[in-house]
Protein backbone atom coordinates (compact mmCIF):
# COMPACT_ATOMS: atom_id res chain seq x y z
CA UNK A 1 0.00 0.00 0.00
CA UNK A 2 2.45 2.48 1.41
CA UNK A 3 4.64 1.70 -2.31
CA UNK A 4 1.68 3.00 -3.52
CA UNK A 5 1.00 5.72 -2.17
CA UNK A 6 5.28 7.01 -2.11
CA UNK A 7 5.25 6.32 -6.24
CA UNK A 8 2.54 9.17 -6.45
CA UNK A 9 4.28 11.43 -3.65
CA UNK A 10 7.33 10.82 -6.18
CA UNK A 11 5.85 11.33 -9.19
CA UNK A 12 4.07 14.81 -7.82
CA UNK A 13 6.63 15.78 -6.02
CA UNK A 14 9.54 18.29 -6.55
CA UNK A 15 11.78 16.10 -7.67
CA UNK A 16 10.15 14.89 -11.00
CA UNK A 17 11.39 15.83 -14.13
CA UNK A 18 10.53 19.38 -15.07
CA UNK A 19 9.51 20.22 -18.53
CA UNK A 20 11.08 23.17 -20.44
CA UNK A 21 9.65 26.43 -19.71
CA UNK A 22 7.66 27.73 -22.36
CA UNK A 23 8.50 31.13 -24.37
CA UNK A 24 6.38 33.42 -23.94
CA UNK A 25 3.25 34.36 -27.14
CA UNK A 26 2.99 37.52 -28.12
CA UNK A 27 -0.23 39.45 -27.34
CA UNK A 28 -2.41 40.25 -30.10
CA UNK A 29 -2.91 44.16 -30.70
CA UNK A 30 -6.81 43.48 -29.27
CA UNK A 31 -4.93 42.78 -25.90
CA UNK A 32 -2.16 45.14 -25.46
CA UNK A 33 -3.64 47.32 -23.13
CA UNK A 34 -4.21 44.14 -20.57
CA UNK A 35 -0.77 42.85 -21.54
CA UNK A 36 0.17 46.76 -19.56
CA UNK A 37 -1.80 46.33 -17.02
CA UNK A 38 0.40 43.16 -16.39
CA UNK A 39 3.66 44.51 -16.78
CA UNK A 40 2.77 47.29 -14.17
CA UNK A 41 2.68 44.87 -11.61
CA UNK A 42 6.66 44.10 -12.60
CA UNK A 43 6.95 41.24 -14.73
CA UNK A 44 6.84 39.36 -18.43
CA UNK A 45 3.10 38.41 -19.23
CA UNK A 46 2.04 35.23 -21.07
CA UNK A 47 -1.04 34.74 -22.99
CA UNK A 48 -2.86 31.38 -23.68
CA UNK A 49 -5.05 30.61 -26.87
CA UNK A 50 -4.64 34.03 -28.10
CA UNK A 51 -7.03 33.16 -31.15
CA UNK A 52 -9.61 35.09 -29.92
CA UNK A 53 -9.77 38.69 -29.73
CA UNK A 54 -9.00 38.83 -26.59
CA UNK A 55 -7.26 36.60 -24.13
CA UNK A 56 -9.37 35.95 -20.75
CA UNK A 57 -6.45 34.22 -18.70
CA UNK A 58 -3.01 35.56 -19.03
CA UNK A 59 -0.08 34.45 -16.37
CA UNK A 60 2.82 37.11 -15.42
CA UNK A 61 6.06 35.92 -13.90
CA UNK A 62 7.29 38.58 -11.34
CA UNK A 63 10.68 39.06 -11.66
CA UNK A 64 13.34 41.18 -9.39
CA UNK A 65 13.62 40.21 -5.96
CA UNK A 66 9.74 38.93 -6.65
CA UNK A 67 11.41 36.23 -9.32
CA UNK A 68 9.14 33.00 -8.66
CA UNK A 69 6.14 34.45 -8.05
CA UNK A 70 3.61 33.75 -10.94
CA UNK A 71 0.21 35.87 -11.11
CA UNK A 72 -2.89 34.01 -13.21
CA UNK A 73 -4.07 37.40 -14.08
CA UNK A 74 -8.09 36.28 -15.09
CA UNK A 75 -9.70 39.34 -17.54
CA UNK A 76 -12.91 38.37 -18.49
CA UNK A 77 -14.91 41.66 -18.45
CA UNK A 78 -18.16 41.24 -20.38
CA UNK A 79 -19.24 38.39 -18.25
CA UNK A 80 -17.51 39.36 -14.75
CA UNK A 81 -15.03 35.99 -15.09
CA UNK A 82 -17.64 33.96 -15.26
CA UNK A 83 -16.18 30.36 -15.99
CA UNK A 84 -16.77 30.01 -19.97
CA UNK A 85 -15.73 27.31 -22.11
CA UNK A 86 -12.55 29.88 -23.60
CA UNK A 87 -12.17 30.86 -19.96
CA UNK A 88 -11.66 27.23 -18.15
CA UNK A 89 -10.19 26.12 -21.59
CA UNK A 90 -7.41 28.68 -21.03
CA UNK A 91 -6.76 28.43 -17.06
CA UNK A 92 -6.50 24.68 -17.88
CA UNK A 93 -3.63 25.17 -20.46
CA UNK A 94 -1.86 27.51 -17.19
CA UNK A 95 -2.43 25.23 -14.85
CA UNK A 96 -0.70 22.40 -17.11
CA UNK A 97 2.14 24.35 -17.63
CA UNK A 98 2.71 24.99 -13.78
CA UNK A 99 2.67 21.65 -12.75
CA UNK A 100 5.75 21.38 -14.56
CA UNK A 101 7.56 24.30 -13.94
CA UNK A 102 9.64 23.95 -10.81
CA UNK A 103 11.34 27.80 -11.13
CA UNK A 104 7.77 29.02 -9.80
CA UNK A 105 7.60 28.81 -6.04
CA UNK A 106 4.48 30.57 -5.18
CA UNK A 107 1.45 31.11 -7.77
CA UNK A 108 -1.50 34.03 -7.33
CA UNK A 109 -4.86 34.42 -8.39
CA UNK A 110 -5.82 37.45 -9.52
CA UNK A 111 -8.92 39.55 -11.13
CA UNK A 112 -8.39 42.01 -13.31
CA UNK A 113 -12.08 43.45 -12.94
CA UNK A 114 -12.50 45.90 -10.20
CA UNK A 115 -14.91 44.79 -7.79
CA UNK A 116 -15.03 40.85 -9.25
CA UNK A 117 -12.73 38.08 -8.38
CA UNK A 118 -14.91 35.45 -10.43
CA UNK A 119 -18.78 35.42 -10.79
CA UNK A 120 -19.15 31.64 -11.20
CA UNK A 121 -20.55 29.38 -13.58
CA UNK A 122 -21.00 31.53 -16.96
CA UNK A 123 -25.54 30.40 -16.99
CA UNK A 124 -25.79 32.36 -20.53
CA UNK A 125 -23.59 29.58 -22.05
CA UNK A 126 -25.31 26.76 -19.45
CA UNK A 127 -28.52 27.19 -20.92
CA UNK A 128 -27.66 26.33 -24.31
CA UNK A 129 -26.39 23.32 -23.42
CA UNK A 130 -27.69 19.84 -23.36
CA UNK A 131 -28.36 17.93 -20.11
CA UNK A 132 -25.33 16.02 -21.07
CA UNK A 133 -22.88 18.59 -21.95
CA UNK A 134 -23.68 19.92 -18.60
CA UNK A 135 -22.52 17.33 -17.11
CA UNK A 136 -19.58 16.77 -19.33
CA UNK A 137 -18.84 20.75 -18.78
CA UNK A 138 -19.30 20.18 -15.01
CA UNK A 139 -16.75 17.10 -14.61
CA UNK A 140 -14.66 19.96 -16.79
CA UNK A 141 -14.59 21.97 -13.95
CA UNK A 142 -14.63 19.73 -11.22
CA UNK A 143 -11.03 18.16 -12.76
CA UNK A 144 -9.85 21.63 -13.23
CA UNK A 145 -10.05 22.46 -9.60
CA UNK A 146 -8.59 19.18 -8.74
CA UNK A 147 -5.64 20.52 -10.36
CA UNK A 148 -5.45 23.48 -9.18
CA UNK A 149 -5.68 22.22 -5.86
CA UNK A 150 -2.88 19.54 -6.90
CA UNK A 151 -0.36 22.57 -7.94
CA UNK A 152 2.60 21.49 -6.46
CA UNK A 153 3.59 24.99 -5.09
CA UNK A 154 1.61 27.19 -2.68
CA UNK A 155 -1.50 29.10 -4.27
CA UNK A 156 -3.14 32.08 -2.79
CA UNK A 157 -6.25 33.78 -3.94
CA UNK A 158 -6.75 37.62 -3.87
CA UNK A 159 -10.12 37.99 -3.39
CA UNK A 160 -10.96 41.52 -4.12
CA UNK A 161 -14.77 41.39 -4.86
CA UNK A 162 -17.54 38.83 -5.79
CA UNK A 163 -17.01 35.21 -5.27
CA UNK A 164 -20.00 33.28 -6.09
CA UNK A 165 -20.43 29.49 -6.57
CA UNK A 166 -18.00 28.40 -9.34
CA UNK A 167 -15.72 31.55 -8.12
CA UNK A 168 -15.82 30.83 -4.63
CA UNK A 169 -14.80 27.06 -5.16
CA UNK A 170 -11.90 27.79 -7.41
CA UNK A 171 -10.33 29.99 -4.66
CA UNK A 172 -11.18 27.12 -2.34
CA UNK A 173 -9.08 25.05 -4.31
CA UNK A 174 -5.88 27.25 -3.35
CA UNK A 175 -4.00 26.49 -0.31
CA UNK A 176 -4.65 30.01 0.88
CA UNK A 177 -7.30 32.83 0.18
CA UNK A 178 -6.77 36.98 1.03
CA UNK A 179 -10.18 39.06 1.09
CA UNK A 180 -10.67 42.15 1.00
CA UNK A 181 -13.28 43.61 3.42
CA UNK A 182 -15.95 44.42 1.08
CA UNK A 183 -15.26 41.50 -0.80
CA UNK A 184 -18.96 39.06 -0.97
CA UNK A 185 -18.14 35.27 -1.17
CA UNK A 186 -20.81 32.03 -1.18
CA UNK A 187 -21.93 28.93 -2.38
CA UNK A 188 -24.96 30.09 -3.77
CA UNK A 189 -25.63 27.27 -5.84
CA UNK A 190 -28.94 26.58 -3.90
CA UNK A 191 -30.56 29.56 -4.82
CA UNK A 192 -30.22 27.98 -8.54
CA UNK A 193 -31.61 24.58 -8.09
CA UNK A 194 -28.30 23.36 -8.14
CA UNK A 195 -25.64 22.36 -5.58
CA UNK A 196 -21.79 23.06 -5.25
CA UNK A 197 -20.28 20.71 -8.30
CA UNK A 198 -17.17 21.75 -8.98
CA UNK A 199 -15.53 20.83 -5.35
CA UNK A 200 -17.15 23.20 -3.00
CA UNK A 201 -19.47 20.38 -1.07
CA UNK A 202 -15.91 18.88 -0.28
CA UNK A 203 -13.30 21.61 0.10
CA UNK A 204 -15.46 24.02 1.92
CA UNK A 205 -16.00 21.58 4.92
CA UNK A 206 -12.51 20.93 5.22
CA UNK A 207 -11.86 24.43 5.65
CA UNK A 208 -14.57 25.93 7.88
CA UNK A 209 -16.11 22.67 9.15
CA UNK A 210 -18.98 20.56 8.90
CA UNK A 211 -21.62 22.59 10.11
CA UNK A 212 -20.99 25.83 8.92
CA UNK A 213 -20.66 24.31 5.63
CA UNK A 214 -23.79 23.16 5.79
CA UNK A 215 -25.43 26.38 7.08
CA UNK A 216 -23.72 27.88 3.90
CA UNK A 217 -24.57 25.36 1.64
CA UNK A 218 -28.22 24.86 2.81
CA UNK A 219 -29.15 28.84 2.69
CA UNK A 220 -26.56 30.26 -0.26
CA UNK A 221 -25.46 32.38 2.36
CA UNK A 222 -22.91 35.04 1.43
CA UNK A 223 -20.68 36.30 3.93
CA UNK A 224 -17.76 39.64 3.78
CA UNK A 225 -14.49 39.18 4.07
CA UNK A 226 -14.72 40.15 8.09
CA UNK A 227 -17.19 36.98 8.17
CA UNK A 228 -14.95 35.14 6.33
CA UNK A 229 -11.88 35.36 8.06
CA UNK A 230 -13.96 35.05 11.56
CA UNK A 231 -14.70 31.25 10.33
CA UNK A 232 -11.30 30.95 8.50
CA UNK A 233 -12.89 30.89 5.25
CA UNK A 234 -9.88 32.93 4.78
CA UNK A 235 -6.55 33.83 6.36
CA UNK A 236 -6.86 37.26 6.51
CA UNK A 237 -8.92 40.35 5.49
CA UNK A 238 -7.67 43.67 4.27
CA UNK A 239 -9.50 47.11 3.94
CA UNK A 240 -10.35 48.04 0.02
CA UNK A 241 -7.82 50.48 -1.26
CA UNK A 242 -9.32 53.16 -4.38
CA UNK A 243 -7.56 50.60 -6.31
CA UNK A 244 -9.20 47.88 -5.64
CA UNK A 245 -6.41 45.68 -5.48
CA UNK A 246 -6.22 45.46 -1.70
CA UNK A 247 -6.31 41.25 -1.50
CA UNK A 248 -3.83 41.21 -3.85
CA UNK A 249 -1.35 43.77 -2.76
CA UNK A 250 -1.84 41.59 0.95
CA UNK A 251 -1.47 38.19 -0.71
CA UNK A 252 1.51 39.35 -2.61
CA UNK A 253 3.22 40.01 0.67
CA UNK A 254 2.02 37.18 1.79
CA UNK A 255 3.89 35.27 -1.32
CA UNK A 256 7.11 37.09 -0.51
CA UNK A 257 6.90 35.65 3.23
CA UNK A 258 7.28 32.46 0.98
CA UNK A 259 9.36 33.01 -1.46
CA UNK A 260 12.66 32.84 0.43
CA UNK A 261 12.11 29.80 2.38
CA UNK A 262 13.18 26.26 0.61
CA UNK A 263 11.08 25.61 -2.32
CA UNK A 264 11.74 21.68 -2.31
CA UNK A 265 10.83 21.51 1.22
CA UNK A 266 7.55 24.48 0.81
CA UNK A 267 6.61 21.46 -1.98
CA UNK A 268 6.74 18.42 0.68
CA UNK A 269 5.08 19.89 3.09
CA UNK A 270 2.08 20.81 1.16
CA UNK A 271 1.80 17.28 -0.22
CA UNK A 272 2.25 16.07 3.23
CA UNK A 273 -0.53 18.01 4.61
CA UNK A 274 -2.65 17.77 1.63
CA UNK A 275 -2.48 13.85 1.51
CA UNK A 276 -1.78 13.41 5.16
CA UNK A 277 -5.38 15.31 6.17
CA UNK A 278 -7.54 12.63 3.71
CA UNK A 279 -6.01 9.45 6.37
CA UNK A 280 -5.95 8.66 9.65
CA UNK A 281 -3.26 10.26 11.90
CA UNK A 282 -0.92 6.83 11.58
CA UNK A 283 -1.58 6.71 7.86
CA UNK A 284 -0.30 10.53 7.57
CA UNK A 285 2.77 9.98 9.69
CA UNK A 286 3.85 7.44 7.40
CA UNK A 287 2.96 9.95 4.53
CA UNK A 288 5.21 12.72 6.32
CA UNK A 289 7.79 10.03 6.75
CA UNK A 290 7.65 9.57 2.88
CA UNK A 291 7.61 13.29 2.10
CA UNK A 292 10.71 13.61 4.55
CA UNK A 293 13.02 11.49 2.86
CA UNK A 294 12.54 13.35 -0.76
CA UNK A 295 14.29 16.28 1.24
CA UNK A 296 17.09 14.45 2.81
CA UNK A 297 19.19 14.24 -0.24
CA UNK A 298 18.74 17.84 -1.58
CA UNK A 299 21.17 20.48 -1.65
CA UNK A 300 18.87 23.02 0.35
CA UNK A 301 19.07 20.73 3.09
CA UNK A 302 22.47 20.96 3.18
CA UNK A 303 22.51 24.73 2.65
CA UNK A 304 20.21 25.41 5.35
CA UNK A 305 22.31 23.39 7.61
CA UNK A 306 25.35 25.57 6.67
CA UNK A 307 23.45 28.43 6.83
CA UNK A 308 22.58 28.31 10.32
CA UNK A 309 26.12 26.78 11.53
CA UNK A 310 27.32 30.34 9.52
CA UNK A 311 25.39 32.41 11.18
CA UNK A 312 23.67 33.63 7.08
CA UNK A 313 19.93 33.85 5.47
CA UNK A 314 20.26 30.21 3.64
CA UNK A 315 20.22 30.54 -0.73
CA UNK A 316 18.13 27.81 -1.39
CA UNK A 317 17.98 27.38 -5.31
CA UNK A 318 15.23 23.82 -5.05
CA UNK A 319 17.80 21.67 -5.88
Not at 145 to 153: F, V, Y
Not at 162 to 173: P, Q, R, V
Request: hydrophobic share 45%.
Amino acid sequence: MWAKVLRKVVSAGPLASAAPRLRAMPAPAAVSGYAGAGAALGGRTRHYSDTRPLSEIQLQHLEGSNSGIATILMNRPHARNSLGKVFVMQLEEIIEDLQKDKSVRVVLFKSQIKGVFCAGADLKERAEMTNTEVGHFVHKLRSLMSNIASLPMPTIAAIDGFALGGGLELALACDLRVAASSAKMGLIEVTRGLLPGAGGSQRLPRVVGINKAKELIFTGRQVDGKQAVSIGLVNDTVTQNDVGDAAYQKALDLAKEILPQGPVAVRMAKQAMNRGIEVDVTSGMAIEEMCYAQVIPTKDRLEGMAAFKEKRLPHFTGK
